[in-house]
DNA sequence: ACTTCAACAAACCGCCCGGTCGGTTTAAGT
DNA sequence: ACTTAAACCGACCGGGCGGTTTGTTGAAGT
């Protein structure tokens, strides 16, 4: 169907600028004429194509942020090697990916969700969701690490887990107001130095 | 003056009520008219007080947002104990607060951050003034530790002072969203995990 | 008693936004 | 060549917002 094609391809259109413009200057700031502007479209091609300004949005955060998150945060985390490894090059990508951005505007997810609290439930349960799935994927790596020998055994992993979002949103924030190369490599210094604390604790009087 | 009097006492109240609305929906998605019906005030009263919105915000940040900071955050942290036990004890009545707030909508400096951030130059550049504050404060309460022996000498201060406000940041977007109780004492029990790792090292033979 | 002015009320203005709708273009099917 | 429907255009509407202006009140000063 090539109909089906160009439909296709304009509304993926929309939603990368649309994705984009809610990145850098919110939802509510944002109007659908500024999206249209930008891809010189008209208000009847985004009303025929999307039932309102909220299921555009929706659209986007299942097709777009979802994915994006799953393939910045959680799929560089699967695998058998040493977890902590693992994430740290996964943080350290992901940070890196936020410094080489002109326009950084933080952690989109977090933006997102401070913007709609207690204002829209149904968009709040949906950004919550793509949370959810990020600690699951965290927690059950950390707890494979525990399994395999490289964390120790006594840890909690949904407090590591919950450590580790905050501490990344936290900076995606901070790195995005100065100085985000510094802070990013500031941060994965620290961040390495707690995690030397969780691995296996080898005998002293063995080395 | 009995005028003055209550000129402060009216602005006071606006800038409280306008603070609260402020954290719970955002600056741009909080109508100055929502703030006066809150109050029973009118359109006239807001403007004879304040020039502009923007300049009744500026008021609010310096007057009420920077001092709430600076109780909540730097003054608990001053003084001559160990650092890591201040911070502790500091970030634990914090996040105890937002526990008990029953309308908590994470951190507001983080939130009004992410609000502004491209889109107002003079509100950004003060709210960084006051993220500055805190950070001196921490770097500077963790070097007083170091040089008290509280502290490894070998650590980063900016360092960690970057990671601890990151993960505060951080966590208190968690909490608004769910389970702040459980979060809290997740995130706690961490943080004294990563204190342990920047504790002096005290010769293990000697033990 | 009269003036003065801070303090507030309320109607009003211009702008912008989300959403609608009738009309036009494009292209596939026959 | 004609039909049909998808894709798109752009003028328009209702409402809400920030901000202004004009008018009213009430207490202090003389």
């Given at each position: 169907m090539d109909k089906n094609?160009?439909r296709?391809a304009t509304m993926?259109r929309?939603?990368?600028t649309?994705l984009?413009?809610?990145?850098k200057n919110?939802?509510?700031?944002t109007s659908v004429d500024?999206i249209?502007?930008e891809l010189n479209?008209?208000?009847?091609?985004?009303?025929?194509?999307f039932?309102s300004?909220?299921?555009?949005?929706i659209?986007?955060l299942d097709n777009l942020?979802?994915?994006?998150?799953?393939?910045?945060?959680?799929?560089?985390?699967?695998?058998?090697?040493?977890?902590?490894?693992?994430i740290t090059?996964?943080f350290e990508?992901?940070?890196?990916?936020?410094?080489h951005?002109e326009?950084?505007?933080?952690?989109i997810l977090?933006?997102?969700?401070?913007?709609?609290r207690g204002?829209?439930?149904?968009?709040t349960?949906?950004l919550?969701?793509?949370l959810?799935?990020?600690?699951v994927?965290?927690?059950?790596a950390?707890q494979?690490?525990?399994?395999?020998?490289?964390?120790?055994r006594?840890v909690?992993?949904?407090?590591?887990?919950?450590f580790?979002?905050?501490?990344?949103?936290?900076?995606?924030t901070?790195?995005?107001?100065?100085?985000p190369s510094?802070?990013?490599?500031r941060?994965?210094a620290?961040?390495k130095?707690?995690?030397k604390?969780l691995?296996?604790?080898?005998?002293p009087?063995?080395?």
């Amino acid at each position: 169907m090539d109909k089906n094609l160009k439909r296709m391809a304009t509304m993926q259109r929309m939603q990368v600028t649309g994705l984009e413009l809610f990145y850098k200057n919110g939802y509510y700031n944002t109007s659908v004429d500024d999206i249209l502007k930008e891809l010189n479209l008209s208000k009847g091609a985004f009303y025929y194509h999307f039932d309102s300004k909220e299921d555009f949005l929706i659209e986007i955060l299942d097709n777009l942020l979802a994915r994006k998150v799953y393939s910045m945060l959680i799929e560089p985390i699967e695998g058998h090697d040493n977890p902590l490894h693992l994430i740290t090059n996964c943080f350290e990508n992901a940070l890196e990916t936020a410094v080489h951005n002109e326009m950084d505007c933080g952690f989109i997810l977090n933006n997102l969700i401070n913007e709609f609290r207690g204002k829209n439930e149904a968009i709040t349960r949906r950004l919550n969701e793509i949370l959810q799935i990020w600690e699951v994927n965290l927690v059950s790596a950390i707890q494979k690490g525990k399994f395999n020998g490289h964390i120790d055994r006594h840890v909690d992993a949904e407090g590591i887990a919950l450590f580790l979002m905050s501490s990344y949103m936290g900076v995606r924030t901070l790195m995005a107001e100065d100085a985000p190369s510094a802070r990013k490599y500031r941060f994965m210094a620290q961040l390495k130095q707690y995690f030397k604390s969780l691995e296996v604790k080898h005998s002293p009087l063995k080395a």
